[in-house]
């Protein structure tokens, strides 16, 4: 369970920093430009380490990683990419976190001998959602965008489809490497057809700039070959929901990165918003049972102490 609390954790404290890398790709990088060349990179990089192939035993098996790769590689930034032309990024940090509740709920569906969602998953949501939006919005005013919006809660939906498909993965035996650059290539595959709707192009003499070629090797070594060999085995370990619930942390650690990398100042409303969001996420991990059972520990070693 350690582990995979810290694969969950190492996956967030990364991701939450990616913000800085792509808006100084930005400048000279068309989105999908970006989103092609990390995962174009993070796939060659997981052939390097694990090189050997990955024999699939079934037909369906492949299915499974083809629709995780469609998913969590694929339309899942897609979505996100177009929802940020159509509104603003504080709609679209806030809606993308409520993946860990259709995770939630999904897993409920399709995973029949789950363990039922307690009281305290929903309340731990509801408190962390809170304080997203105070993170989010920051004194700025809401404004609702019903496309943007709407592109947002599908990226999110997507991301929660990700998360059971790689929940079903990790059952199959497979290694996590072999089976992260198996969803990459399909990936890949899916993304090929949406570069020629765009502006992409290779521009591969942009590399030469140091400022451009580093951020993008954090992109695909770091954001993507790392992160998503993390984040599987997370899964595979804490299971789907457990491990969703961590992109609550996603808003904070971008607050905290702020801070300490743009010497931003945080402000009162964003540091309320990290005290909720880490209260919301230590509510929806927490088990009430055993909450229970070390109040009842405690009182019990109390009266000992008194001599009761």
Not at 24 to 48: H, K, N, S, T, W
Not at 57 to 86: D, H, I, P, S
């Amino acid at each position: 369970m350690i582990k995979g609390h810290g694969a969950a954790l190492i996956t967030i404290l990364i991701w939450g920093t990616t913000f800085i890398s792509t808006k100084v790709l930005l400048v000279d990088f068309q989105p999908v430009e970006i989103l092609f060349y990390r995962f174009l990179m993070g796939f060659i990089a997981l052939i390097l380490v694990c090189p050997h192939r990955l024999r699939v035993e079934k037909r369906k098996q492949e299915l499974t990683f083809m629709a995780a790769g469609l998913c969590g590689v694929c339309l899942y930034y897609l979505l996100e990419n177009v929802a940020l032309t159509y509104t603003l990024a504080s709609n679209v940090g806030v809606i993308i976190s409520i993946a860990p509740f259709f995770t939630a709920i999904l897993t409920q569906i399709f995973f029949k001998g789950e363990e039922k969602l307690k009281a305290s998953f929903f309340v731990g949501f509801i408190i962390a959602i809170a304080g997203i939006c105070l993170i989010s919005f920051n004194g700025s005013r809401l404004e609702l965008n019903p496309m943007g919006d709407l592109l947002a809660v599908l990226a999110a939906f997507v991301w929660s489809c990700y998360s059971i498909l790689t929940k079903k993965i990790g059952s199959f035996g497979y290694g996590t490497v072999q089976s992260t650059r198996r969803v990459f290539a399909y990936g890949l595959i899916f993304m090929v057809p949406f570069l020629f709707f765009t502006d992409f192009r290779l521009g591969l003499e942009r590399f030469a700039q140091p400022v451009y070629l580093l951020n993008i090797i954090f992109l695909g070594l770091g954001a993507s070959a790392l992160c998503f060999v993390t984040w599987n085995l997370a899964v595979k370990i804490l299971g789907a929901v457990k491990t969703s619930v961590y992109i609550y942390l996603v808003p904070v650690i971008t607050v905290v990165t702020s801070v300490l990398i743009l010497d931003e100042h945080i402000t009162l409303m964003a540091g309320a918003g990290t005290l909720l969001t880490l209260a919301g996420l230590l509510l929806c991990q927490s088990n009430p049972k055993n909450l229970k059972r070390g109040i009842q520990n405690g009182q019990r070693k109390r009266k000992m102490c008194h001599g009761d």
